[in-house]
């Protein structure tokens, strides 16, 4: 017999497969079903002969309740598209080698996470890595003679010492773990002492060799970095990467520098990047070996500064910031042949675009403007690279050098796309905080119609630092919401990225101040510029600081809306920052610690405001996440019920500051708009 618990999986699970394996029959409004059913594709390679692409495409195995990714191959032209692996297991990570006849990848085919690699024709793929744990952040010299990938080790220990140590603990009868200095906990895993070192080892097979052994760092950053943040020197001589090796200030720092280290493991490191306390991170090479150019804050403790581009003249030279004067932050790095020009994408306006930058005069040309664009690389005359928006999932396109001739390159959720209806979307401005220029979205219902009257989701992004721009996200996609028969409207208030560095860092202590007032004067724009808004049935829905805003909000605009949605938001922000552990964001966005500076916790502290709540409210909160604590949400729920407020509590137990099981996301998703509906229609 099932539990009662299993039998309602069960009959989610079910109804799922029926919704998505017949959700394409004909044209339908977009719900949580499209947005699992859609293909993902991922860290697409260019071959060394710029003919070929291989990516990773990743499929929602609902009976698994995962997500599963197979190797792809396919013409830079967009001809040829083929599968390259089928295996059962996930296949991810490609890298190309230096002669174009081997795709190195990492798969968990064997039990484990180790190195694969494969023929691009196909046939079957071999096992390069036996390692008694799982690897991670392939790369391969420029040489082809060697490979570079992560593992998780006790620092000094090797991989071997390391999984004995694991099965100690495992076999042992006592749980208990002494810490003497935090993370205790990041994110949503728990620390035992392990850190990401960075191994080598020659492609062919042999010994990996640990290159930063007894260093009490990881490569790269968690939890976000990837192999990004790891490079080769062109002689293949050495290795250079990205890792925060400050002892026991670790949670509140964020002096990230870049290390180079010689293959052997047996030499000192050095340290590249020792003078800038800040972030640096993200190394490339020119094409011919003479520049390195590298991502580089300037303020240290703040994790939304700008990335600036440096460039210093390789082994020795001066460097030199490439994109000082430009108001933008950089996230990416890519040469073009004769090195006198980088591509990179960043932030803009409500879009992540795609720009060309002069190496010699720091001048920034836009290529490709609209949409949520990432992974740019060089094919022949084109830049290849990954774009989504708010119509559609990401696919690989094609533009000139100098920004003409676009082209899709792949299509691969094309008949998905079209059998589900999707609401249109447009972009507008108004006067936001002392009068200046604030950015908004607005995505129309399905199947809209201006006679009719729509009621509003007022969807608050996380961050704050943060965007709600032209993107198709798997989390917070306004189309759920236009496809269930709403208007969304997305402010991009002060503190958003995109707009400067000055409109980003203007909410250092004024979380409750200019961020409210431009979602009450933005709200207004959009109600007067869209009379088939109903400005009367209105419900606002927030996650991360969109849910410590909306806690906000209902102590301090408590009558504009019918029902609200927080998502992880915080509840108390002096008690908050005792409950995380990346504390150097609470204390750059307060102004310190609470005890040094406690009005800056107080001033806009939504726990202070509780006995003037009345909307009501949908609380979701998860078990893993440790950077909103759980008793946040549960803080929240207590208050509301205390107070008489109609309310529900979702809580996952198994999910972090995300919701990402495709049963878990279907849950949340129809929770959500059931609520939305009981309220506002």
């Known amino acids: 017999m099932y539990s009662a618990k299993t039998k309602q999986f069960l009959i989610i699970l079910f109804t799922s497969v029926i919704s998505i394996n017949t959700a394409f029959a004909q044209n339908h409004p977009f719900s949580v079903h499209n947005m699992l059913a859609m293909d993902r594709i991922g860290e697409p390679q260019v071959s060394p002969d710029e003919k070929w692409i291989v990516f990773t495409l990743r499929k929602t195995d609902l009976e ?77 010299s420029p040489d082809g003679k060697y490979i570079a990938f992560t593992m998780e080790v006790f620092p000094g220990s090797t991989p071997e010492e390391t999984k004995e140590k694991l099965d100690s603990i495992e076999e042992s009868k006592s749980t208990g773990v002494i810490y003497e200095n935090i993370f205790v906990r990041h994110w949503d895993t728990w620390k035992d002492g392990r850190r990401s070192h ?15 052994p007894i260093m009490d760092a990881d490569t790269p950053s968690k939890p976000f970095g990837g192999a ?54 993200n190394p490339v090479f020119s094409p011919d070996g003479k520049t390195l150019a590298y991502l580089a804050m300037e303020k240290p403790r703040y994790e939304s500064d700008r990335f600036r581009i440096i460039l210093q003249q390789w082994p020795e030279g001066e460097k030199r910031v490439l994109t000082e004067n430009w108001d933008r932050s950089v996230s990416s790095i890519c040469f073009s042949k004769d090195g006198q020009t980088i591509y990179t994408t960043a932030t803009n306006l409500g879009q992540v675009s795609l720009f060309a930058i002069d190496t010699n005069s720091g001048q920034v040309n836009t290529l490709v403007k609209d949409g949520t664009i990432g992974s740019p690389s060089i094919a022949g005359d084109k830049v290849i690279y990954a774009m989504n928006n708010l119509s559609s999932p990401t696919e690989l396109f094609s533009v000139d050098q100098e920004g003409g ?71 917070w996609n306004p189309q759920a919401y236009a496809g269930a028969g709403y208007a969304a409207v997305m402010v991009d208030f002060h503190g958003s990225t995109g707009y400067g560095q000055a409109f980003c860092d203007s909410i250092r202590g004024d979380w409750g101040g200019k961020p409210l007032e431009d979602l009450k004067k933005g709200l207004d ?37 019918l029902c609200m949605v927080n998502h992880d938001g915080n509840l108390d922000e002096r008690m908050a920052y005792f409950d995380t552990e990346e504390l150097w ?45 759980d008793t946040q949400g549960l803080g929240t729920f207590n208050a509301l019920q205390r107070l008489g407020i109609p309310s529900k509590l979702l809580y996952f137990q198994d999910e972090s500051h995300w919701v990402q099981k495709p049963a878990n996301s279907i849950q949340w998703h129809e929770t959500v708009i059931n609520w939305l509906d009981q309220w506002l229609k």
């Open 585 to 629: 964001f609470p204390e750059w966005d307060h102004m310190g610690t609470p005890w040094s500076n406690p009005e800056g916790y107080e001033k806009h502290n939504p726990v202070n405001f509780v006995e003037n709540w009345k909307t009501p409210m949908l609380v979701i909160h998860g078990g893993q996440d440790f950077r909103v604590a």
């Open 198 to 212: 960075l191994f080598v080892m020659p492609s062919e097979g042999g010994k990996a060799v640990d290159v930063m």
């Open 64 to 140: 698994a309740n995962k997500g599963r990714t197979d190797l792809w191959l396919i013409g830079t032209d967009g001809e040829n598209q083929t599968q390259l692996t089928t295996h059962p297991d996930a296949d991810f990570n490609p890298v190309w080698s230096s002669d174009g006849k081997t795709i190195f990848f990492i798969s968990t085919r064997s039990d484990s996470a180790q190195v694969w690699k494969i023929h691009p024709d196909g046939g079957e793929a071999q096992q390069v890595t036996d390692e008694p744990l799982d690897v991670g952040n392939l790369i391969i």
């Open 228 to 281: 990004e943040e790891i490079t080769f020197t062109p002689d293949s001589k050495s290795i250079i990467f990205s890792a925060r090796n400050v002892g026991s200030e670790e949670a509140w720092s964020t002096d990230f520098d870049l290390y180079i280290a010689p293959l052997t493991g047996t030499e000192s490191l050095k340290c590249l990047t020792e003078s800038n306390e800040a972030w640096d991170t």
């Open 525 to 561: 724009a959009a109600l007067e510029r869209y009379p088939w808004m109903n400005g009367e049935k209105v419900g606002a829905l927030g996650a991360s600081f969109g849910g410590y805003m909306i806690n906000w909000i209902e102590g301090n605009w408590p009558d504009r809306f």
């Open 405 to 475: 001739n676009f082209k899709h390159i792949t299509n691969i959720n094309k008949e998905k796309v079209a059998a589900a209806s999707m609401g249109d979307y447009e972009q507008f401005t108004f006067k936001g905080w002392n009068d200046e220029t604030v950015y908004c979205y607005v995505v129309k219902p399905v199947d809209f119609d201006s006679s009719k009257k729509y009621p509003v989701a007022f969807l608050i992004h996380g961050g704050p630092q943060g965007s709600f721009g032209n993107m198709f996200h798997y989390r």
